[in-house]
């Protein structure tokens, strides 16, 4: 089956500092999703991307859709405490309903 | 607008025991899909209803079953519990070629 692998797993900066992970799969996607959960709440849609090399912005976050369709990117820049959470990325193929998601990025900032 | 609403918030069970948690998908949807989510891990897909049928399923056992109703709600139902059935359960609802949008889950504890 398709496999995610997210990276890295956690992360520790400072705040004001610029953030980038990325997200690699065994297999091609035609859609890639970046999600961000707070304790106690279900994921929440940051950026969907839907085509290779693919730029997308909401705000601070900036993600891409790999030219190979492999792979995607998520950076966020000048972060402030309320970015801390769980990044996950997901992603599926051209006839799938059906996300697959990694294993999340823990991101600590520290005021 | 509500988005996707779970119930309950939390559920402590005990071995052997069956459980039932319900999901309301976002006004507009017609898809609900089922995620278990472990401590540290990204959410593992069960399975998506469309049309009161089960579309698509992941690698879970005959225990875990489903339902949509016709004002598209969906129950995820778990019989004969193991400890290893202990996770955050998401429910995500979506329409023809839209991301998931995740409900808040339901904790289940299994004692």
């Known amino acids: 089956g398709q496999q995610l692998n997210q990276s890295p797993q956690s992360m520790f900066i400072q705040e004001g500092e610029d953030v980038s992970m990325n997200c690699t799969s065994s297999?091609?996607?035609?859609?890639w999703l970046w999600y961000k959960q707070d304790p106690g709440e279900g994921p929440v849609l940051l950026i969907a991307?839907?085509?290779?090399?693919e730029l997308t912005s909401n705000g601070r976050l900036t993600a891409q859709f790999g030219i190979t369709r492999k792979d995607s990117f998520l950076n966020i820049s000048a972060s402030i405490p309320s970015d801390v959470g769980i990044y996950f990325c997901?992603?599926?193929?051209?006839?799938?309903?059906?996300?697959?998601f990694g294993r999340g990025t823990s991101l600590i900032v520290h005021p | 607008d509500a988005g996707v609403t779970q119930s309950p918030t939390h559920l402590i069970k005990t071995r052997g025991q069956q459980v039932t948690l319900r999901c309301s998908p976002k006004?507009?949807?017609?898809?609900v899909s089922w995620y278990q989510q472990a401590l540290g891990q990204g959410p593992q897909f069960i399975f998506q209803?469309?049309?009161?049928?089960?579309?698509q399923r992941g690698n879970f056992p005959d225990r875990f079953s489903g339902h949509q109703f016709p004002n598209y709600s969906s129950e995820l139902n778990v019989n004969a519990l193991l400890l290893g059935d202990s996770a955050l359960y998401l429910c995500?609802?979506?329409?023809?070629?839209?991301?998931?949008?995740f409900g808040n889950g339901t904790r289940l504890t299994v004692t």
């Open positions: 997901a992603g599926h193929s051209g006839g799938s309903y059906i996300p697959t």
């Open positions: 297999s091609i996607f035609n859609t």
């Open positions: 991307l839907y085509k290779a090399g």
């Open positions: 995500a609802s979506s329409s023809f070629n839209s991301p998931l949008h």
């Open positions: 209803y469309y049309e009161e049928e089960e579309r």
């Open positions: 006004s507009g949807h017609d898809t």
